[in-house]
Every structure is written in structure tokens, then in C-alpha cells.
């Protein structure tokens, strides 16, 4: 079974400019999950799906940040513009049940705003 | 917050050795689960341990949970190099989603 997996595994845009991440979940997981580490941080929650909809995006930063989960499968994050403080790695994860319970997470997409 | 503190920040041992990690939090939880993450690839789960254990094994990993002192450890046993990583914990109450300490940055020296 494939896991959860994040494209593009790196970017590096400058300041100002947009970048898409795009997140494929394990088939058949309805929740998914959006956290990022900025350096030597901690890793923070961003934002929850459940199917197509938004449950609980408490976390994100300020309205650069969209995510999107269309049709329930796939889901994007679009920084617009980005800052130099969006550098980090910003990971995906999946699950079945709600946050009590396992969740899978991808690789990770490392940005780098310059 | 409820925001877990893993502690130290950075172990480094030689292989065969046990590593302890620590992980400090300050609310209620309905669970407590731990993470590694290798060197540039993804968080994969460890072990999750439920609120009402306080002690759970899985292979060479043994977690601890103390509630009433808001606290968790992570032994692994006979260390590898292969263990290197960075180990996180993330706390869970209720529904909300997963609260995750700074990590412990691990180094088995072969």
C-alpha cells in the first residue's frame, strides 16, 4: 500500500513569489493533516481536513496560506505571496480515524524562501 | 498550550547502549505518541500510549506514562546506529489534532 506522498520534495522560490504543495493520502483516509517545522522549532499543526472540508484550521499563519481538498482526495497549500519566515518543512499526514489515532505522514516538503 | 517538551534536546551514545528520552506536557490527554524522523525524510510513528497506561513495549522501544506528573519517557534498548534520529512526542486531548514537542536529536555512535 503506498503511503502519503508530498510534491515537491524541496523548493526554493524568493520572497514574493507562489508555491503550490501538493499532498496524495493513503487511499481511503478521509483525514488529512497539514503541520510544518520551521527551523529549530517545533512541528505545528496547520490545518485538518475531513474529506473535502475544512474541520479545523486554527492553525494557519495569516491569509498567505490556502489549502485546498478537492473532491476529498489530494489537497494543496498555496503560500501567496511568500516570506522569508515561511521557510521550513512543511509535512502531510492521513489517517482513518481522528486525531486520537495513528496518523501517517509523508516525506515532507521542504521550502526555502530566499 | 499543551505543547510536550522533550528533553535533552541532543543525546549521543555508543551503540549497544540504552537511550532514554523524556517528554514533558501540561494538560489533559487522551493519548501520548511518539515519532522519528531520519535525516530528511518523514515522521513515522512509534508508539502510542493511551492515558489510562502507563506502560507500554513495542520490540526494542518501552514508553512510560505518568499522568499525574504530565510526563513521558522513551527507552530504546541496545542501540543502533540506525537509531539516529530526531524523536519527537505529540500529545492528543479530545479531537484536537496532534501538539508536538521540539524533539530529542539522537546520535549512536557505531
Known amino acids: 500500500e503506498a503511503g502519503v506522498t508530498q510534491f515537491p520534495s524541496h523548493s526554493v522560490i524568493e520572497k514574493g513569489q507562489t508555491v503550490t504543495l501538493r499532498c496524495d493520502p493513503i487511499s481511503g483516509h478521509d483525514n488529512l493533516y497539514w503541520y510544518r517545522r520551521v527551523m529549530g522549532k517545533e512541528i505545528k499543526f496547520l490545518l485538518h481536513f475531513v474529506k473535502e472540508s475544512k474541520q479545523d484550521e486554527s492553525g494557519m499563519p495569516n491569509n498567505r496560506f490556502l489549502a485546498e481538498r478537492t473532491g476529498g482526495t489530494y489537497s494543496t497549500l498555496k503560500v501567496q505571496p511568500a516570506e522569508l519566515e515561511d521557510s521550513g518543512v512543511y509535512f502531510c499526514a492521513s489517517s482513518l480515524g481522528l486525531a486520537a489515532y495513528e496518523q501517517y505522514f509523508g516525506p515532507g516538503t521542504r521550502l526555502t524562501v530566499t | 498550550s499543551q505543547q510536550g517538551e522533550e528533553d535533552p534536546q541532543a543525546l549521543s551514545i555508543q551503540e549497544g547502549e540504552n537511550a532514554t528520552m523524556n517528554c514533558s506536557y501540561k494538560?489533559?490527554?487522551?493519548?501520548l505518541q511518539w515519532y522519528r524522523q531520519n535525516s530528511g525524510r518523514g515522521l513515522v510513528h512509534l508508539i502510542l500510549?493511551?492515558?489510562?497506561?502507563r506502560e507500554k513495549h513495542s520490540g526494542r522501544l518501552r514508553v512510560t506514562l505518568d499522568t499525574s506528573k504530565k510526563s513521558s519517557s522513551l527507552l530504546i534498548t541496545a542501540s543502533r546506529a540506525a537509531d539516529t534520529a530526531s524523536y519527537f512526542c505529540a500529545t492528543v486531548a479530545g479531537n484536537t489534532p496532534l501538539v508536538f514537542g521540539k524533539g530529542t536529536r539522537l546520535s549512536v555512535i557505531a
Open positions: 494538560t489533559s490527554i487522551n493519548n
Open positions: 500510549i493511551r492515558s489510562n497506561e
